[in-house]
């Protein structure tokens, strides 16, 4: 947090004029004090007009129950000390209503002067810069003293304001920290981010808790032969009914709205269902109608993949998204992780697209050097620099006019040129170096990175307009842990394609699945060359092959002994298989141990809580 104090004369240039001295306003301010002049704030205003009913604002905390459950603990731990130190705390619903205002009873009287009370709504458009506004609007931290509120109102005010998020990273709501700027404390944002920190932590337990009593009372549910979804408050899947569970293999943790428009589905009816223990809604039961059955989660047959499509149902989900797209001129973005098979993806999109005709063109940015990358995306004039070709040269943009380009490692371009690709898409026109003449383009651009394109936003890496003009369709390929059931049909798809007539023990398949891959596919199709090399021209036998891994390994880091001990090496888990391994232990726990009992009770085939069960070291 940068620490500023701005005088009112400053204020009234920028309200008057629109100018002052950036160097001495926190950036985050100036940026907002900017919105709120295109938003026609008014900075004079006296008090805030957007408020709630009492009968509104019971509606508004009842659909905040997680927050305001999660807050109360912090706040009655904290309640005496933000009183002596002249302060009030507040909760704040995304949205921007404040739930809940408490603290020093003289500040509280003194906020009720510009309505700051419990149902006012206090963004930026109805308040001006503030913490809590501004907070919303950015998802961080911030404080704002005096004279940097935009608004004439909350000058008097100090306020410290931190977002709470939820595990996906959903702002679950805003804690704020305000007092007179004259009770200003040192360590008001540092209260405001801790208890934001501690808030987080306690929803987070609520809301496991919340889902173990989901699936205990939906238990008989998921057990009957209808199509049935039960999803938690927040609309994401926690488990389904045996039909569902037959052929879904990964539906945890989708979305509802998701998951019923990629599979066609039609609801017939959604029942709310509310906790025993205190009233709460904990989630929903959603009945599908029967006439969906005979076709239920079919693959695509209609797309042209020219590549091993397996049969997990990951894989069979990503097909259908590219069936979605590949028809449209959208421009897409693919994440995935390395040799997860990025450029296979993006020249599918391409030959299943009205340009399948015309040229596809595939550019790994990273491997282009920053001073030449201009030249050999938009290419040069004749004599444009030293060693230039003297008739010049098409740059990959020009070359793949009318068709596709694939920009690959898109997250490795430097600043400069981020700046010229976004003119680039904003007028679809290119400039040659060294040329004064534009080429008129029209083209598909399709990006990937295996980085995470939304941090290296977040941190400044790479330019916001232009992750917005590429993020327009997003595309996750799952890596290859997560689509074990389809490695026995990638190597048969390896043997095929590189000539090599061998039957493989089904031990042979084990291994492989009981493998990570953390270089996905890539890494299996290396694995798979090593070995033909190895047995090319012999009559391999299964314990040859079966000698030779234990001997050597899958990988030159991952060694298997014959006993199959610790083969997998440790593995992050996720905020989403953190959760799943709690849920098993409390599962266990209510089942005195029984696994049958336990599997059952999460809505989980008996092999695949083996699986985890292997996986959580449990």
Same mark, same amino acid.
């Given at each position: 947090?940068?620490?500023?104090?701005?005088?009112?004369?400053?204020?009234?240039?920028?309200?008057?004029?629109?100018?002052?001295?950036?160097?001495?306003?926190?950036?985050?301010?100036?940026?907002?004090?900017?919105?709120?002049?295109?938003?026609?704030?008014?900075?004079?205003?006296?008090?805030?007009?957007?408020?709630?009913?009492?009968?509104?604002?019971?509606?508004?905390?009842?659909?905040?129950?997680?927050?305001?459950?999660?807050?109360?603990?912090?706040?009655?731990?904290?309640?005496?000390?933000?009183?002596?130190?002249?302060?009030?705390?507040?909760?704040?619903?995304?949205?921007?209503?404040?739930?809940?205002?408490?603290?020093?009873?003289?500040?509280?009287?003194?906020?009720?002067?510009?309505?700051?009370?419990?149902?006012?709504?206090?963004?930026?458009?109805?308040?001006? &810069?503030?913490?809590?506004? &501004?907070?919303?609007?950015?998802?961080?931290?911030?404080?704002?003293?005096?004279?940097?509120?935009?608004?004439?109102?909350?000058?008097?005010?100090?306020?410290?304001?931190?977002?709470?998020?939820?595990?996906?990273?959903?702002?679950?709501?805003?804690?704020?920290?305000?007092?007179?700027?004259?009770?200003?404390?040192?360590?008001?944002?540092?209260?405001?981010?801790?208890?934001?920190?501690?808030?987080?932590?306690?929803?987070?337990?609520?809301?496991?808790?919340?889902?173990?009593?989901?699936?205990?009372?939906?238990?008989?549910?998921?057990?009957?032969?209808?199509?049935?979804?039960?999803?938690?408050?927040?609309?994401?899947?926690?488990?389904?009914?045996?039909?569902?569970r037959s052929k879904v293999s990964n539906w945890f943790g989708k979305s509802k709205k998701e998951f019923i428009s990629l599979y066609h589905l039609q609801v017939q009816m959604e029942v709310p269902i509310y906790s025993k223990r205190n009233g709460a809604l904990l989630g929903y039961a959603l009945y599908f109608s029967?006439?969906?059955?005979?076709?239920?989660?079919?693959?695509?047959?209609?797309?042209?993949?020219?590549?091993?499509?397996?049969?997990?149902?990951?894989?069979?989900?990503?097909?259908?998204?590219?069936?979605?797209?590949?028809?449209?001129?959208?421009?897409?973005?693919?994440?995935?992780?390395?040799?997860?098979?990025?450029?296979?993806?993006?020249?599918?999109?391409?030959?299943?697209?009205?340009?399948?005709?015309?040229?596809?063109?595939?550019?790994?940015?990273?491997?282009?050097?920053?001073?030449?990358?201009?030249?050999?995306?938009?290419?040069?004039?004749?004599?444009?620099?030293?060693?230039?070709?003297?008739?010049?040269?098409?740059?990959?943009?020009?070359?793949?006019?009318?068709?596709?380009?694939?920009?690959?490692?898109?997250?490795?371009?430097?600043?400069?040129?981020?700046?010229?690709?976004?003119?680039?898409?904003?007028?679809?026109?290119?400039?040659?170096?060294?040329?004064?003449?534009?080429?008129?383009?029209?083209?598909?651009?399709? &990006?990937?990175?295996?980085?995470?394109?939304?941090?290296?936003?977040?941190?400044?890496?790479?330019?916001?307009?232009?992750?917005?003009?590429?993020?327009?369709?997003?595309?996750?390929?799952?890596?290859?842990?997560?689509?074990?059931?389809?490695i026995p049909y990638l190597v048969r798809h390896f043997c095929s394609h590189n000539q090599w007539p061998i039957q493989f023990p089904a031990e042979f398949f084990e291994r492989l699945s009981d493998y990570h891959w953390p270089g996905n596919i890539r890494e299996l199709f290396n694995f798979l060359e090593r070995l033909k090399i190895v047995f090319q021209g012999e009559q391999v036998e299964k314990k040859d092959i079966l000698k030779w891994i234990n001997e050597r390994g899958l990988c030159e880091q991952t060694a298997l002994s014959n006993n199959n001990v610790d083969?997998?090496?440790?593995?992050?888990?996720?905020?989403?298989?953190?959760?799943?391994?709690?849920?098993?232990?409390?599962?266990?726990?209510?089942?005195?141990?029984?696994?049958?009992?336990?599997?059952?009770?999460?809505?989980?085939?008996?092999?695949?809580?083996?699986?985890?069960?292997?996986?959580?070291?449990?």
């Amino acid at each position: 947090m940068i620490e500023t104090s701005i005088s009112l004369d400053m204020w009234r240039r920028f309200v008057k004029d629109g100018t002052f001295d950036s160097s001495r306003l926190n950036k985050r301010i100036s940026e907002s004090w900017y919105r709120c002049k295109s938003l026609d704030v008014d900075p004079f205003i006296g008090k805030v007009k957007e408020y709630l009913l009492l009968d509104d604002l019971l509606t508004q905390r009842n659909k905040n129950t997680l927050l305001m459950e999660a807050a109360r603990p912090q706040l009655e731990k904290m309640k005496s000390s933000i009183s002596e130190l002249g302060m009030v705390a507040l909760i704040i619903d995304p949205d921007g209503y404040v739930l809940s205002m408490t603290g020093n009873k003289v500040q509280i009287n003194e906020a009720k002067k510009i309505n700051f009370i419990e149902g006012v709504r206090w963004t930026e458009q109805q308040a001006g &810069t503030n913490a809590i506004g &501004t907070a919303l609007q950015t998802k961080e931290a911030i404080m704002v003293n005096g004279a940097e509120h935009f608004a004439i109102a909350s000058h008097r005010w100090s306020c410290a304001a931190s977002p709470i998020l939820q595990e996906d990273g959903k702002l679950l709501g805003i804690i704020d920290f305000s007092c007179p700027v004259e009770k200003t404390h040192p360590y008001m944002f540092g209260m405001a981010v801790s208890a934001a920190h501690a808030i987080e932590r306690e929803a987070s337990i609520l809301l496991h808790r919340e889902e173990m009593e989901l699936l205990q009372v939906t238990i008989d549910l998921i057990e009957t032969n209808k199509m049935v979804l039960i999803t938690n408050n927040r609309q994401l899947v926690v488990t389904a009914s045996r039909l569902i569970r037959s052929k879904v293999s990964n539906w945890f943790g989708k979305s509802k709205k998701e998951f019923i428009s990629l599979y066609h589905l039609q609801v017939q009816m959604e029942v709310p269902i509310y906790s025993k223990r205190n009233g709460a809604l904990l989630g929903y039961a959603l009945y599908f109608s029967d006439n969906k059955r005979t076709t239920f989660f079919q693959p695509s047959k209609t797309i042209t993949f020219k590549g091993e499509t397996g049969i997990s149902q990951s894989f069979q989900q990503l097909l259908q998204e590219l069936e979605r797209v590949a028809p449209t001129n959208a421009s897409v973005y693919i994440h995935g992780e390395t040799g997860t098979g990025k450029e296979v993806i993006a020249r599918t999109i391409h030959e299943n697209s009205p340009r399948l005709d015309a040229p596809f063109i595939a550019v790994n940015c990273g491997a282009i050097p920053k001073d030449l990358i201009e030249s050999e995306l938009f290419g040069y004039a004749e004599g444009a620099f030293t060693g230039a070709l003297r008739s010049g040269k098409k740059g990959k943009f020009e070359q793949a006019n009318k068709g596709t380009i694939f920009l690959d490692e898109i997250g490795e371009i430097p600043p400069s040129m981020q700046v010229a690709l976004l003119r680039v898409l904003q007028e679809r026109k290119i400039t040659p170096v060294g040329s004064q003449k534009e080429i008129p383009l029209d083209i598909r651009i399709i &990006t990937a990175t295996h980085k995470d394109l939304r941090t290296l936003t977040a941190n400044g890496t790479f330019r916001e307009d232009l992750f917005y003009r590429l993020h327009v369709y997003p595309i996750q390929i799952p890596p290859l842990r997560e689509r074990k059931e389809d490695i026995p049909y990638l190597v048969r798809h390896f043997c095929s394609h590189n000539q090599w007539p061998i039957q493989f023990p089904a031990e042979f398949f084990e291994r492989l699945s009981d493998y990570h891959w953390p270089g996905n596919i890539r890494e299996l199709f290396n694995f798979l060359e090593r070995l033909k090399i190895v047995f090319q021209g012999e009559q391999v036998e299964k314990k040859d092959i079966l000698k030779w891994i234990n001997e050597r390994g899958l990988c030159e880091q991952t060694a298997l002994s014959n006993n199959n001990v610790d083969k997998d090496p440790k593995v992050t888990l996720t905020a989403r298989e953190k959760t799943q391994k709690e849920m098993m232990i409390e599962a266990l726990k209510k089942t005195n141990g029984n696994v049958g009992l336990a599997a059952k009770f999460l809505g989980v085939s008996r092999s695949t809580f083996y699986k985890r069960l292997k996986r959580y070291e449990l």
